[in-house]
């Protein structure tokens, strides 16, 4: 009988030990599972982003992001008539500064076609009338000083 209680005792043991050996595995997954967790997206789900297109869709919303900051300054309202090329400059030098790297008109335009319908934002004819105008410019009578001595 203590031949069958000491044969107990050591299978006990190894299941012990197995099982001691399981749970570190188990740890060892789940730490390597975490290690390849990326932003948040789990590398074992369905939805898996691969990583390349996760960064150009972090800096696509990142521009965007930045881009609609710049509205907050430079309204689009502002890109019809003769402001339009002032605020078209003045949203490119916001993206220039934000990124660190230069961005053109038509950059700038093609980001907000994708929020602005920016045929509505084409200047009117009534602008171009009001610049083509021609007037004569005189200064006002009180300007002239005159001395009465």
Avoid at 1 to 18: C, D, F, L, P, S
Avoid at 48 to 76: D, H
């Amino acid at each position: 009988m203590r031949q069958i209680g000491k044969a107990k005792k050591e299978v006990q043991e190894e299941e012990e030990e197995g099982q001691e050996e399981q749970e570190q595995e188990q740890e060892q997954e789940q730490e390597q599972e975490q290690e390849q967790e990326q932003d948040g997206v789990s590398v074992h789900s369905p939805c898996k982003i691969p990583n390349s297109s996760f960064r150009k869709e972090k800096s696509e919303l990142e521009l965007e992001l930045r881009l609609l900051e710049a509205l907050e300054i430079y309204p689009p309202a502002k890109l019809r008539g003769i402001h339009r090329h002032f605020v078209l400059y003045g949203l490119t030098e916001y993206l220039r500064r934000s990124f660190n790297q230069p961005f053109s008109g038509d950059d700038v335009l093609k980001l907000l076609d994708r929020f602005y319908n920016l045929e509505m934002v084409k200047p009117d004819d009534e602008d171009t009338e009001i610049l083509n105008q021609e007037e004569d410019f005189r200064l006002p009578q009180s300007y002239f000083v005159t001395e009465d001595s």
